[in-house]
């Protein structure tokens, strides 16, 4: 949503971003409280002082980590409208362009999206687990199906993404509604039977836990932090629907149905410390259970649709980026831009998922592997906005660290207590956001070296231009348009096409798509066409990273500025480089086979600026890095 979407469709913008946006939180109190009290790890003993102090720091956890870090704070540094690590990234480096530390700051932004990706397999996991797992609270026969069902549910969710975020939020943003009103219920339930447990309001408990019991707060905020997984996944997801949307919803309802929730548990344990076998469920009615998992499996599946939603908006903006190699895009939205899917990134996601649900095969196990990437990104995140604060907001010094390093002692706190995760399996997403992380250094270096070697072999355009004033080659009619990433320079598909077929036609355009650093171009002028001499004619086309580039539609566009096209009459010319690794090079030869195996396997660029097919000619060549 930008910035003129009108006042009058905020309430329904509001209700989509809640099926899309807070389902990972919101689904949270299936099982956090539990993991604190009875996981794997570190659990705390289940005493009245406990499960105060721990509703005390999970409250003010949310109001500090959610609501003033993310929803208040850090949904302001938007790079015009868009959201997450990668938007966020791009607005930092535009500030700090001539830093010395803009690579460090680079390579941090990519880190921080590399862990995103580790954790988010992890969300669709546990999430749609911990919802079947309550079938067994019905009865215990059910115990053999869960995996299988888990399974189920997620390949249905999996192959709904093709129908857009839009239809996939208008479908579950009621039921979203219903689930965080259902949340509130049973926890008001639950305070009704002992409102003793409101006292967790107060700060005190949660200093008096850190005061009275240092180690065991501690370690208890590696399952805490459970309760925050999703933020980092709804600033991701900003960029589908805008900020106000997500302000509106968070504030207005679901951070009072996820307080009530937990405060209900805790109410329930106070008064019967044997529910913690599943205290989300055990605060139900006994009558409502089977319609409870109903309701939660449905609530997880949308928990998993914030997380892919949000590593859709990442990858998109990473390959505009120059991060990552193409992939097909397709935009299921003619009216938010920002709504894309995905495919080949959907069917990867879904099989690390269901990969991650057959090794775990339990929410408790997953837990001990779940918070520690993405608290990491949290961290990176902090600090890529203190440079927005210094550089774009233009704050002095003392502010910015101030703010910020509040935000960073409480991310240090809760990445310390989830390194105790990684033997437990927390290790898994590490080595995943690291794998994806050595993918995308390795192809944005390999990419500058694959530019640099061309740029050694490149001829500059206005020479070229005049050698073929002063020996004419034979002409051909008709319009070619010749693709390259340097306009100055004479795109080597037309030397090698001079070279090989002895003529040139009658006009030639040096077509050059500059992707910026915003995520959407002033609409107003998308491109410029300047005329250097009768033959041969320059267009440049700027588009943002949030932009699809449909050549066939700009280029009439052309005719505003002199230059009338006819593409029936045009013949688009791409150069198709063949990578030999050498060893011995500026990149290490494993990396080198790497980005050769990812530059051969790369998309189409013909698919991806919609060319068609008939009028693309590919000149190849041999490149050796």
Known sequence: MTASTSRHRLPLLALTALGVVYGDIGTSPLYALKEVFAGAQHAVPITHAHILGVLSVIFWSLIGVVSLKYVSFVMRADNRGEGGIMALMALVLRGARDKPYAPVLMLAGLFGAALFYGDGAITPAISVLSAMEGLEIGTPAFKPYIVPLTIAVLALLFAFQKHGTARVGSLFGPVVVVWFATLGALGVNGIAANPEVLQALNPRHALGFFQAEPTIAFLSLGAVF????????????????????????????????????????????????????????RLAPEWAIYPLVGLATLATVIASQAVISGVYSITHQAMQLGYVPRVAVQHTSDREAGQIYLPGINWLLFLAVVALVLGFESSTRLAAAYGIAVCGTMIITTLLTFVVMRHIWGWGLAASLLVSGLFMTVDLAFLAANITKIADGGWLPLVL?????????????????????????????????????????????????????????????????????????????????????????????????????????????????????????????????????????????????????????????????????????????????????????????????
């Open 226 to 281: 459970l309760t925050l997984t999703g933020a980092e996944a709804l600033y991701a997801d900003m960029g589908h629907f805008g900020r106000k949307p997500v302000q509106l919803a968070w504030f207005g309802l679901v951070l009072p149905s996820l307080t009530l929730n937990y405060f209900g548990q805790g109410a329930l344990l106070l008064a019967n410390p044997a529910a913690i076998d599943n205290p989300f469920y």
């Open 433 to 625: 956001g690291g794998g994806l992380f050595v993918l995308m250094t390795s192809w944005k270096r390999g990419q500058a070296l694959l530019r640099a070697r061309l740029d050694t072999e490149a001829l500059p355009l206005a020479d070229f231009i005049d050698q073929v004033a002063d020996h004419v080659p034979t002409t051909v009619p008709g319009t070619a348009i010749f693709l390259t990433p340097q306009p100055a320079a004479a795109p080597h598909a037309l030397l090698h096409s001079l070279k090989h077929y002895k003529s040139l036609h009658e006009r030639i355009i040096i077509l050059t798509v500059a992707t910026l650093d915003i995520p959407y171009a002033a609409p107003q002028q998308p491109l410029t066409v300047e005329r250097l001499n009768d033959r041969f004619y320059r267009v440049v086309i700027r588009h943002g990273f949030m932009e699809e580039t449909d050549l066939p539609a700009i280029l009439p566009l052309c005719s505003r500025q002199g230059l009338e096209l006819d593409l029936m009459d045009c013949t688009f010319f791409l150069g198709r480089e063949t990578l030999l690794p050498q060893r011995g090079s500026a990149m290490a030869y494993w990396r080198e086979l790497l980005f050769a195996a990812m530059f051969r396997n790369a998309g189409n660029a013909a698919a991806h600026f919609h060319l068609p097919p008939n009028r693309v000619v590919e000149v190849g060549a041999q490149i050796a890095l």
